[in-house]
């Protein structure tokens, strides 16, 4: 069985590939399973061995991307640099990496008008959503980040990163989202002089 593991891991890949093909050029909605199969050089049984049907197939590629582009987004993290500056690259690799995967780019920005793909969207955001709040609570831990609450701040950034996100889906360019991310997580950077704010309290005088 191990002598055949990496022919069976290829065949799994061959079927992502070609879905990846077909959704790409004509669409979630218009593809087949048949179109795929014949994609891929394979019977539509040997698809539907994999996964259960179309949008089983499309929600496993959904994730595949997605947490490729994640891991090439992670890859130039430093860990001398500050809090700010390794979200800001992060960010910054992620939009890069997302641009460069012009192939893939339609397929994913179709799953964003899909209910069913959507909510496998969402879990994967909620995946970030854990990473990246470890981040600024150590952030704050360090005095690199305003002292605010960390999941708090963690869904605004990653709020304003899915809007992005979203744009350079439709468009294709990521300079301008980059630069506005980048402005954005700048405005939460701690100076030497930070402090939280005072709560105010109610008394008998207006």
Known sequence: M????????????RI????????????????????????AGMTKGA???????????AADLQRKLWTDIAV??????????????????????????????SHARFFLRDCWAVPSLEVAGRAQHEAEVV??????QQGIERGD?????PET????????????????????TAEDATEVI?????????TPTTTRKPSRTRTGTP
């Open 2 to 13: 191990a002598r055949r593991s990496p022919a069976v891991r290829d065949t799994k890949e």
């Open 16 to 39: 992502l590939k070609a879905a990846l093909d077909v959704f790409s050029e004509q669409g979630y909605l218009a593809a087949s399973v048949e179109e795929i199969a014949a994609r």
């Open 47 to 57: 698809v539907y061995y994999w996964f259960r049907d179309k949008e089983d197939l």
């Open 72 to 101: 090439e987004a992670q890859r130039d993290l430093d860990p001398a640099a500050s809090t700010v500056e390794n979200i800001k690259q992060s960010f910054r690799a992620y939009l890069r990496s997302l641009k460069e995967h």
């Open 131 to 136: 990473l990246i709040q470890r981040q600024v």
């Open 145 to 149: 980040l305003v002292p605010v609450d």
């Open 153 to 172: 701040l963690t869904r605004v950034l990653l709020g304003a990163f899915a809007e992005a996100t979203l744009h350079v889906l439709t468009n294709g």
């Open 182 to 190: 980048e402005r954005l997580v700048d405005a939460f950077a701690a």
